[in-house]
C-alpha cells in the first residue's frame, strides 16, 4: 500500500511523526490508530490493520505520540492528557487535509485515549478498541514497584518492555484521576470491544466494564489466545478481518462508478506480507478474501492459490446458471453444488514457467430435487452455457502496462 510520511505539531507544538497509510484505489473514509502506552506506530498489529482496511479503500494515519518512537518532545512530560490531546492534533489535521476521519482505533492505553476523544470529534462514526483499559491508572500496574520513588523524586527511570522509560509523577496524578465511565457512556458511536481473555497485561474485565458502560450499537470479538500487543502473525489476520467486516456495517463506503471497459468494477489484489505469498483480494470496499500459497510452497495457506480462484469461477458460474434456468423453468431443482477440478499446482507452475497449452477442468455438476432424466441431460448442457466457461474456452487477451508513479 502507498504511504504518505507527515508530520504535525502535538499537544504542546512538538512535532509529531505518523504514517498516512493509502488506498491503491478511491479514498473512501479515513481512520486513525493510537497505539499501545511505550508503544509506536510501527508495532506489527497497527501495520496488518492499516493494510486491510487500506485495501477497502480506508486511509489509516498512524502516529507516534509525544516523546515516542519518531516523534519530538520528552515522553517524561507527557500524560494520558496529553496522548488524548495528542489524538486532536491529529484530528484537527486530516480534516486540514480534507480526510476527516470517521473511525478511531485504539490498541491499550490508545484505546482508553480514543475512548476519551471520540465524543469531541464530529466527523466520527465508529471507535474500536483493542486490549483497553476501562481505568486508565491500570497502566500504573506496569511499574507499580517504582511508585514510591516517583512520588518522591517527582520521577524515576523504569524498565518498560526492556526498555528504560523516565515516569514523572504528574503521569500518576493524571491517570489516576481519568474517569472514562462518562465519556463511555455518551460515546454515542458504535463501539467494538476486541479483547484476549488471556491478557496478562491488561484483565479481561475490563473489556466487559468498557461493554457495559456503553450504549447500543456495541460488540464484542474475543481475541482468544492473542497476546497483549497481538503480535503473532494470525491474531492480527483475524483482528483485521474482523475489523474490516464490522467496519462495513457503521462507515458509509460508495465507491464511484466503475470505469469503463470494466462494467464489474475493478478487481484489486494488494500484497499483505511481503516476506510471504498472502495477498488481499478485493472487489470493491465490502467484497475481500485472501490468496496464498501452501506451506509446501512457502505460503502461509490463508487462502486459495491463484488457480483455486480460476476453479472457483468456474464452480460459482456454473451453479448461478444453471439456478437460473431451472428458476425460469419452474423444474423441482432443490440443490445445485459443482466440483471443480484444475489438474495444476500454481506455485510449480511460477517456478517453472509451464506454458502447457490446454488446460483441463474437471466439472462435476450434483442435482437434487424430483427432476427427470431430461431435465437433468438439459441442465447438464445448460452448464456449458455459463459465461465462465465460455471464456475459458475461448481465446482470451491479457493486456498489462506498468502503472505510472
Known amino acids: ?44 498489529a497497527a501495520r496488518r490493520i492499516a493494510a486491510r482496511l487500506a485495501a477497502m479503500g480506508i486511509a489509516v494515519l498512524r502516529f507516534d505520540f509525544t516523546g515516542l518512537g519518531h516523534s519530538g518532545g520528552e515522553f517524561a512530560n507527557t500524560t494520558f492528557s496529553s496522548n488524548v490531546d495528542d489524538l486532536t492534533a491529529a484530528f484537527e489535521h486530516l480534516k486540514k487535509l480534507n480526510r476527516p476521519p470517521s473511525l478511531l482505533i485504539g490498541h491499550s492505553l490508545g484505546g482508553s485515549a480514543v475512548l476519551k476523544a471520540a465524543s ?5 462514526k465508529a471507535v474500536i478498541t483493542i486490549g483497553a483499559p476501562f481505568d486508565p491508572a491500570h497502566v500504573i500496574k506496569s511499574f507499580d514497584g517504582e511508585i514510591d520513588g ?30 472514562l465511565a462518562p465519556h463511555i457512556s455518551k460515546l454515542k458511536r458504535a463501539l467494538l470491544v476486541m479483547h484476549a481473555p488471556l491478557d496478562d497485561i491488561v484483565g479481561i474485565e475490563n473489556a466487559s466494564q468498557i461493554f457495559q458502560a456503553a450504549k447500543h450499537p456495541k460488540s464484542f470479538v474475543t481475541l482468544d489466545n492473542a497476546d497483549h500487543l497481538v503480535s503473532r502473525p494470525e491474531d492480527a489476520e483475524y483482528a483485521a478481518e ?22 464489474e468494477g475493478i ?44 476453479a472457483a469461477g468456474l ?56 427432476l427427470d ?33
Not at 499537544?11 to 497505539?35: I, K, Q, S, V
Not at 520521577?155 to 522509560?165: D, I, M, W
Not at 517453472?352 to 477442468?361: A, E, L, R
Open 315 to 370: 464452480g460459482a458460474c456454473t451453479s448461478m446458471t444453471i439456478r437460473m434456468y431451472a428458476r425460469r423453468k419452474g423444474w423441482p431443482l432443490d440443490t445445485v453444488w459443482v466440483d471443480v477440478n484444475h489438474d495444476k499446482v500454481h506455485a510449480r507452475d511460477a517456478e517453472t514457467g509451464s506454458q502447457s497449452k490446454v488446460d483441463t477442468f474437471k466439472r462435476i455438476v450434483h442435482l437434487t430435487g424430483k
Open 242 to 263: 474482523v475489523i474490516s467486516a464490522w467496519v462495513a456495517r457503521y462507515l458509509i463506503l460508495r465507491p464511484p462508478a466503475p470505469p469503463p471497459g470494466a462494467p
Open 120 to 124: 469531541t470529534m464530529d466527523t466520527v
Open 1 to 44: 500500500m502507498p504511504t504518505e510520511r507527515l508530520t504535525f505539531p502535538g499537544h504542546n507544538n512538538a512535532m509529531l511523526a505518523a504514517r498516512l497509510d493509502l488506498p491503491t484505489g478511491p479514498h473512501l473514509a479515513t481512520a486513525m490508530f493510537a497505539h499501545c502506552f511505550t508503544c509506536s506506530k510501527n508495532i506489527a
Open 150 to 179: 516517583i512520588l518522591k523524586d517527582g520521577q524515576a527511570a523504569v524498565s518498560l518492555g526492556g526498555r528504560p522509560f523516565t515516569i514523572s509523577k504528574s503521569f500518576i496524578d493524571d491517570v489516576s484521576a481519568n474517569n
Open 267 to 310: 478487481v484489486r489484489v494488494a500484497e499483505a506480507d511481503a516476506s510471504g505469498f498472502l495477498q488481499d483480494v478485493n472487489s470493491g470496499p465490502l467484497h475481500h478474501t485472501l490468496a496464498d500459497e501452501p506451506l509446501a510452497y512457502g505460503g502461509t495457506n490463508k487462502g486459495m492459490t491463484p488457480y483455486g480462484f480460476l
Open 373 to 405: 432424466a431430461d431435465q437433468r441431460a438439459r441442465l447438464l448442457e445448460i452448464a456449458n452455457t455459463c459465461p465462465v466457461h465460455q471464456t475459458l474456452e475461448r481465446s482470451s487477451r491479457v493486456v498489462t502496462v506498468l502503472a505510472s508513479d
